[in-house]
């Protein structure tokens, strides 16, 4: 994998990012959120998400997918680092709100990234499903929240990738995970977050888009989600047919 090759998928050209500054930082994480989704349809198809870097790269840069926040964190670390940043790799546990109780350790991944000759390191999470997270880095155990009343607590341990294959193998295949109740597809805009949403079971057909301006999610036909998903999201692959309730072992 090229750092051009890389740079291309996100829209952005190489000239202008030099020096790699904090203005460039916000100009690639905003870019790679806006270009690469947030979406769970590989696991619905009975794949396992993976945390090699070579399939992540391969996902995100040479299928034009999207992923979760594994993929997508762990997909703009290796970015991020061939720009001459230095970036480590931290675990999280999602919360069901602020209250900061429950969710299951490493069940997300973030970036502290300290940039060349810089005083000080960020925060960057563009794979929290919702907006792109940029901000100072929080002491160990802190609780980060988004504009969306989401959660998580950090863990300033650094991690490698290789670290999450387990909560990804959960991730991609119990019953319990967040990711097997229904497939979704989204991605972080200038304007806001526009997501389509949904799940196929026997004859319940439910799928909904919200678009950057929606009051509230507007109901689609599967063709019409299937289009969307295409002409906003940029992925070809068809939806999964069905949701599946667990992902097949192994799989």
Same mark, same amino acid.
């Given at each position: 994998?090229?750092?051009?090759?890389?740079?291309?998928?996100?829209?952005?050209?190489?000239?202008?990012?030099?020096? $790699?500054?904090?203005?460039?930082? %916000?100009?690639?994480?905003?870019?790679?959120?806006?270009?690469?989704? !947030?979406?769970?349809?590989?696991?619905?198809? @009975?794949?396992?998400?993976?945390?090699?870097?070579?399939?992540?790269?391969?996902?995100?840069?040479?299928?034009? #997918?999207?992923?979760?926040?594994?993929?997508?964190? @762990?997909?703009?670390?290796?970015?991020?680092?061939?720009?001459?940043?230095?970036?480590?790799?931290?675990?999280?546990? =999602?919360?069901?709100?602020?209250?900061?109780?429950?969710?299951?350790?490493?069940?997300?991944?973030?970036?502290?990234?300290? &940039?060349?000759?810089?005083?000080?390191? /960020?925060?960057?999470?563009?794979? $929290?499903?919702?907006?792109?997270? &940029?901000?100072?880095?929080?002491?160990?155990?802190?609780?980060?929240?988004? @504009? +969306?009343?989401?959660?998580? +607590?950090?863990?300033?341990?650094? *991690?490698?990738?290789?670290? /999450?294959?387990?909560?990804?193998?959960?991730?991609?295949?119990?019953?319990?995970?967040? !990711?097997?109740?229904?497939?979704?597809?989204?991605?972080?805009?200038?304007?806001?977050?526009?997501? =389509?949403?949904? +799940?196929?079971?026997?004859?319940?057909?439910?799928? $909904? $888009?919200?678009?950057?301006?929606?009051?509230?999610?507007?109901?689609?036909? %599967?063709? #019409?989600?299937?289009?969307?998903?295409?002409?906003? /999201?940029? &992925?070809?692959?068809?939806?999964?047919?069905?949701?599946? *309730?667990?992902?097949?072992?192994?799989?």
């Amino acid at each position: 994998m090229k750092l051009a090759d890389y740079l291309q998928r996100i829209g952005l050209p190489a000239e202008g990012l030099e020096p $790699f500054d904090e203005l460039a930082l %916000r100009r690639v994480a905003a870019a790679h959120a806006a270009t690469v989704p !947030f979406e769970n349809t590989r696991a619905h198809r @009975g794949e396992r998400i993976s945390v090699d870097i070579d399939d992540i790269l391969e996902r995100l840069v040479t299928r034009r #997918e999207g992923g979760v926040c594994y993929e997508l964190n @762990g997909g703009l670390a290796w970015l991020l680092t061939e720009l001459g940043a230095d970036v480590e790799i931290n675990a999280a546990q =999602v919360l069901p709100d602020s209250s900061g109780v429950g969710g299951l350790p490493m069940s997300h991944l973030a970036l502290i990234v300290t &940039l060349p000759g810089a005083p000080r390191a /960020f925060l960057v999470d563009v794979g $929290f499903g919702g907006e792109t997270i &940029l901000r100072e880095v929080p002491d160990d155990g802190d609780i980060v929240t988004t @504009g +969306r009343a989401s959660a998580y +607590r950090i863990d300033r341990r650094p *991690r490698q990738l290789s670290d /999450f294959e387990g909560l990804a193998w959960w991730h991609s295949t119990s019953p319990g995970s967040r !990711f097997m109740t229904g497939i979704i597809v989204s991605s972080t805009r200038p304007g806001g977050i526009v997501t =389509v949403f949904g +799940r196929d079971e026997g004859d319940s057909v439910s799928w $909904f $888009f919200r678009d950057l301006d929606a009051d509230r999610p507007r109901a689609l036909t %599967r063709d #019409e989600a299937q289009a969307i998903v295409a002409d906003t /999201f940029g &992925l070809d692959a068809p939806l999964p047919q069905r949701v599946l *309730r667990y992902a097949p072992v192994g799989g």
